[in-house]
């Protein structure tokens, strides 16, 4: 009891009152705790039964606490910090080309942490910072989500634009293949995150998950134009690092899983790029801010997607579309060559054939998924005003294995088949890599 | 005859089961609608409504035998499991064979995954036999967009059954 009351005073002397109540309240009911417990042995040793009555009671508190701890394990909030991972270690190699030698590439393509902290019940900060090709960092996303009630939340920060799959479930041993799809490359520029402040819900009754936030645009003019015919709006993305913003944009995405196995998502993402040359801009000048709207894309994307899952089965579909306003205007200022619409999708089948049709190595969780792709993605799908690039409208192939010697932890290989409409030649790719997630 | 000492055992015992009592007391508070829930799918499930609730004693999870008068209907446990940050809160029902009747999430946190809280993906683990995990684990399916959460639960109630029947079985 010293030694609390001791406790009581100093931080009495050295923290703020709120804490400090907390502490004295926490106190006091030790010491009553305390002081119970000695009037009771004071009583017992009157009556000569310290021995069986200390035993007794220290069976009963036992139990007593045993019981409050398995109650904690239901009531208690989770335990604070969060650290997890994942990454993608890559081969790739480009077949001969007639005679002429393509040397392989390997790459420890990305490395991420996740860092998260749960504050309360309500309140958790989520972060993922990023090492892509071991020596650039990025954070891929770092935002605060507060619970408003039970089903919906409200995040704040730098957070992933709800679109299509792979943007969101981007970690590799979610995805068949060692590549992520160049559909979620070229046409949604993945990992595609920007800042912003939104809500995610859901309605489990309905079987509906949702996502619908304001968030930060794509620079689309730097002293220049920053779109491109080939990578479409890739270059754009801010990453939240320095952006800066015009207006904000409008990025939502509701998912449906009523169907047991299947998962259906509809996303959408309206808005204007930013430029830099509205900054410092007098608006009163119509001769110049006629030259800014120039630099200026209108963009509405639309995504649906399906996954189903049935015993060994996996099916999964995407159809992207991008239809981008001002390119004539735009291309005409910066020289650039972007297209009106940008279009992608791709279909695969996968098939787990330790499910039944090979036995398992070692382990019960262990999966061979064996795979096939069909995959096109197309950046000049619709021009305004130039002439449309048949080599940006690309097709692929892909067949592989993975082989998930663990949740987390897949080998993967695959062959890709690389065509464009521009030529009838075909190129081939082999890849090995690595996935892993925890 | 001396009373005294059997007057002051009582008292402390009492005392005891007071403290016990009330610990127990706060067991139920964590979510009034958690048990609301549970007692309206035991209803559901068992078509009674005059059974009472019987904590398994010293035991490591919220197990709870469910009786009526001297006879056991059936078991239910509130357990916790892992989604990717968060943990989510559920509960099973088991019959007194200790096979599943039902699951159900009763409070899912994370903005991933709830695909998990899906009534009829959750029905595949009714009677699902639960005493090799490597062989029957592949009768549940799993989700695309909720892996961690379908396996982790899928491990959690293969668990949670087997530390059942062991404890049922070494009680017989």
């Not at chain 1, 943007?167 to 595609?192: A, C, M, Q, S």
């Not at chain 1, 993975?402 to 993967?412: D, I, L, M, T, Y």
């Not at chain 2, 991933?112 to 062989?135: D, H, M, S």
Request: hydrophobic share 40%; glycine share 8%; proline share 2%.
């Amino acid at each position: 009891m010293k030694i609390t009351i001791t406790t009581l005073l100093f931080t009495v002397g050295n923290m703020n009152i709120n804490a400090c109540q907390n502490i004295f309240y926490e106190t006091l009911a030790n010491i009553k705790k305390e002081l119970l417990l000695r009037l009771l042995i004071i009583n017992l040793n009157k009556n000569k039964m310290k021995k069986r009555v200390l035993i007794l009671m220290t069976v009963a508190l036992g139990t007593s606490l045993m019981a409050q701890n398995s109650a904690e394990k239901i009531i208690a909030g989770n335990p604070g910090l969060h650290i997890g991972g994942y990454g993608q270690i890559d081969f790739n190699l480009n077949e001969r080309d007639g005679t002429i030698h393509n040397n392989g590439k390997l790459d420890v393509h990305r490395l991420v942490t996740f860092l998260g902290y749960n504050f309360n019940e309500k309140a958790s900060f989520v972060s993922e910072l990023e090492f892509e090709h071991v020596s650039e960092v990025y954070v891929e996303q770092a935002f605060l989500d507060y619970k408003i009630k039970n089903n919906l939340s409200i995040n704040a920060g730098l957070m992933l634009i709800p679109m299509g799959i792979q943007n969101l479930y981007h970690e590799p041993p979610t995805f068949n293949g060692v590549e992520r799809t160049n559909v979620d490359k070229y046409i949604i520029p993945t990992t595609w995150r920007e800042m912003g402040i939104g809500l995610s819900g859901r309605s489990i009754e309905h079987s509906i998950s949702y996502q619908a936030m304001l968030v930060n645009g794509f620079n689309g003019y730097n002293d220049g134009g920053v779109f491109s015919g080939k990578s479409g709006l890739r270059s754009g993305r801010q990453k939240g690092a320095e952006s800066y913003i015009t207006y904000p944009d409008f990025a939502a995405r509701v998912s449906y899983y009523g169907a047991p196995g299947l998962n259906l998502g509809f996303s959408s993402y309206l808005g204007d790029s930013e430029s830099k040359a509205y900054d410092g801009l007098d608006l009163s000048d119509d001769a110049v801010v006629a030259s800014a709207d120039s630099t200026i894309i209108g963009i509405q994307m639309i995504g649906i997607d399906a996954r189903y899952n049935k015993g060994a089965l996996q099916l999964t579909g995407q159809y992207i579309i991008a239809e981008l306003s001002n390119t004539d205007q735009y291309n005409g200022f910066t020289g650039k060559d972007l297209g009106s619409k940008l279009t992608g999708y791709y279909y695969e089948v996968g098939y787990n054939l330790m499910n039944g049709i090979i036995p398992s190595i070692s382990s019960d969780s262990e999966e061979l998924i064996a795979f096939a792709r069909y995959e096109n993605y197309n950046t000049h799908a619709e021009v305004e005003g130039i002439a449309i690039n048949d080599a940006y409208n690309r097709t692929e192939m892909t067949f592989g294995l993975g082989f998930k010697v663990a949740q987390g932890a897949v080998f993967k290989a695959d062959y890709q088949i690389k065509s464009n409409a521009s030529s009838d030649e075909k190129k081939g790719q082999f890849n090995l890599g690595v996935g892993i997630w925890f | 005859m001396d009373f005294k000492p059997h007057i002051t055992k009582a008292i402390t015992l009492m005392v005891v089961a007071l403290l016990f009592l009330s610990f127990k007391a706060s067991y139920w508070e964590f979510d009034k609608k958690y048990i609301v829930k549970i007692q309206k799918s035991i209803d559901e499930l068992f078509g009674r409504n005059s059974y009472n609730f019987e904590e398994f004693k010293n035991f490591q999870e919220a197990f709870y035998t469910i009786k009526e008068a001297d006879v056991v209907l059936g078991y239910f446990v509130v357990a916790k499991a892992p989604s990717k940050f968060h943990q989510f809160d559920y509960y099973i029902v088991f019959d007194a064979k200790t096979e599943i009747l039902k699951i159900e999430v009763l409070n899912y946190r994370e903005n991933y995954g709830a695909e998990i809280c899906n009534k009829n993906w959750l029905k595949q683990f009714v009677r699902l036999p639960t005493e090799n995990y490597a062989k029957y684990n592949r009768m549940v399916d799993g989700i695309s967009g909720a892996t961690l959460s379908a396996n982790n639960l899928k491990q959690d109630v293969f668990r949670l059954s087997k530390l059942l029947k062991s404890h049922i079985s070494a009680k017989r």
